[in-house]
């Protein structure tokens, strides 16, 4: 009932929920964001797995497509093609649907992020007991959805001008065919570091977490993980609960 | 002096003339009688033979054979390294053109190899290249003369020895005499192949060659010498994958790219791009330097006629990608320096993804490190409770 949501940074603090914080778990993502997530991660893995040799000519690791190098570029612009049907699906889902159209303005850049950022850096370090009262996506999942929407965006637009040379050439010059060349390397280079630096630390090898999350395949949080590292979004769902006052319908 | 009949038979040598052999042979057949060749025997039992004059009646072919590298004394050896006998056998000489001569066409290198394949024998002389023979057989004129019986196939002395006089003429490689020496290696490859030293004489390295140029490849450079192969076998020297190295054999040198003011940096600039990629991937259709520049008649892109002239460049690029853009030509083919080979733009872009490379690493460890830090040192009895 997203009407009638409270506004999520004013207004009493509600109670604390007296449920089994354990046992009750919310929905962190949707089925639809969990399948975009599982095929942006597949076509991910194979762009990088049939790209990244590419970037390293003078190595070994050039010969691990043995004779199959047409193979390589027709599977590669294949999980190319299924990245920029993904863009366009999100694109989608973020305009036309209610779940997309919600969690995209949750990841709306708010100047409280620079504040929760800061906040964030002193409970890292001891110097605060509150952790940082993030909401559903906090400051660095932020960046990294933005990161993500920005790098498919450049690899997208950059991969179709390679695939179609010869007419990029006929309306840029050779330069700037090289610049896209350059281009969707680095980008490349950045995105796969930013998966295996970050992403992967942040979702699964962290302490408290290891060795895996699930909640890329179940889509499911419990209320105990939303309050500690969604506080904000954990107070908008106790709101959202208490609509309606317990008891009146026999819920919560 | 062991040279006495009874010594030759101690030693289990041969004593008889075997009749049918000689009878057979060309000399038998000419009605030649013993003495006609070793005058010195008068009565039997006899002491052994002086040695034979072949000269006495073949005298050009003496003449020929006394002016070659078999038939003058060796400075290493101290001897003779060849005399007729050597190559020819003896009692029972045939015709050349016998298949039982011993210097037939089609068997003529298992004559050459008698020597030319011996280690010892060959050391004796100083040499010690044993495997031009062998390498010769597995070569695609090795294998044209045997494996297809083609006697239009080159053996030995066609290169080796002089045009028309054949075998007897055979001068060391390094004698200027020799057919196969750089200043002649052209022209005896063009006896066969005259289209290729046609074009190869118009290009640039043909061209240098004809004004003295040492440096420049002549064929047997490229396609090497007694290991030449097709084009279409994957161990030659020009197949597909291995035309990068053998062409920058010489044009990944730095003197020699100094020396002619060649540019540099061919190697990586061919290695790192799609083509070069792609074809050390496996994938032979890719370009490598022959399907740009060509081959025999290579000209400098400087040159009108050139295919990587700016006049050409667009036609050659779309032989292999028609409808290509024609602004291909607006810029270096090959780049090996986003500064140098594209422009300063670019090496900004470049310089910009390094900051950010770096940057995202700096910042990711510093982030793990912290949080490293919050669960060992600040709060370690906490266990964290999933999810990020």
């Known amino acids: 009932m997203p009407e009638n949501r409270p506004s999520e940074t004013r207004g009493p603090q509600w109670e604390p929920y007296a449920g089994d914080l354990d046992r009750t778990v919310v929905v962190r993502l949707t089925l639809a964001e969990r399948v975009q997530h599982i095929v942006l991660m597949v076509s991910f893995t194979i762009l990088i797995v049939t790209g990244a040799p590419l970037l390293f000519p003078e190595t070994p690791l050039i010969q691990v497509f043995g004779g199959m190098f047409p193979v390589r570029t027709f599977v590669h612009r294949f999980a190319g093609v299924v990245l920029a049907g993904l863009a366009a699906f999100h694109v989608l889902y973020v305009l036309f649907s209610d779940e997309g159209r919600r969690d995209f303005g949750r990841m709306a850049p708010r100047l409280r992020d620079v504040k929760d950022f800061v906040h964030y850096l002193r409970y890292q370090m001891g110097k605060v007991d509150e952790p940082p009262p993030f909401g559903k996506f906090n400051p660095f999942e932020k960046i990294e959805y933005f990161a993500v929407v920005w790098g498919s965006a450049v690899m997208v637009a950059t991969g179709f001008m390679m695939w179609f040379f010869e007419a990029t050439l006929r309306v840029f010059p050779k330069w700037v065919y090289d610049l896209i060349v350059l281009i969707h390397g680095y980008e490349a280079l950045l995105a796969f570091l930013s998966i295996i630096l970050w992403h992967l630390y942040n979702v699964h090898l962290k302490p408290g977490v290891f060795p895996l999350s699930k909640v890329w395949i179940n889509g499911q949080i419990t209320l105990r993980e939303l309050k500690e590292h969604h506080p904000r979004e954990y107070q908008n769902w106790l709101r959202r609960q208490r609509i309606q006052p317990p008891g009146e319908d026999g819920e919560i | 002096m062991a040279s006495s009949l009874a010594a030759d038979s101690a030693a289990g040598a041969r004593l008889f003339v075997d009749p049918a052999v000689f009878r057979n042979s060309i000399h038998g057949q000419m009605g030649f009688t013993c003495t006609m060749c070793h005058p010195s025997i008068s009565d039997y039992p006899h002491e052994r033979v002086t040695p034979v004059d072949c000269g006495a009646c073949h005298e050009p072919a003496r003449n020929e054979l006394q002016g070659s590298v078999h038939g003058s004394v060796h400075p290493i050896g101290g001897t003779v390294p060849a005399t007729c006998a050597d190559c020819h056998g003896s009692h029972g000489i045939r015709r050349p053109a016998d298949p039982e001569s011993a210097v037939y066409r089609l068997t003529q290198f298992q004559a050459c190899a008698g020597c030319h394949s011996d280690p010892e024998h060959m050391a004796r002389f100083g040499q010690g290249i044993v495997e031009a023979v062998p390498t010769y057989l597995e070569s695609v004129h090795g294998r044209a003369l045997v494996d297809k019986g083609l006697s239009v196939a080159p053996v030995c002395t066609d290169c080796h020895g002089q045009p028309g006089t054949g075998a007897h003429e055979v001068q060391i490689v390094a004698s200027p005499a020799s057919p196969m020496n750089r200043a002649h290696v052209i022209e005896t490859c063009g006896r066969c192949h005259e289209g290729m030293v046609t074009a190869y004489r118009q290009g640039i390295h043909g061209q240098k060659l004809a004004e003295g140029n040492t440096d420049v490849p002549t064929c047997v450079d490229c396609h090497t010498e007694h290991a030449v192969q ?50 050390v991937s496996g994938q032979l259709t890719a370009a490598n330097c022959e399907s740009c520049h060509g081959a025999h008649d290579i000209r400098p892109s400087s040159d009108s006629t050139s295919s990587v002239s700016p006049a050409h460049l667009l036609a050659t690029c779309g032989r292999c990608h028609p409808g290509i853009g024609q602004r291909v030509t607006e810029g270096k083919i090959h780049v090996a320096s986003v500064r140098e080979d594209i422009n300063l733009f670019a090496y900004g872009v470049q310089l910009f993804y390094y900051l950010l490379i770096a940057g995202i690493i700096l910042f990711a460890a510093a982030m793990i490190a912290l949080d490293q830090y919050r669960h060992r040192v600040v709060d370690p009895r906490r266990t964290g409770h999933g999810h990020a």
């Open chain 2, 230 to 279: 097709p084009i279409t076998s994957p161990g030659s020297s020009v197949y597909p994958s291995r035309i990068p190295g053998t062409c920058l054999a010489c044009h990944e040198r730095e003197d020699v790219n100094a020396r002619y003011g060649l540019p540099s940096a061919r190697r990586e600039s061919y290695l790192g791009s799609f083509h070069g990629i792609a074809l």
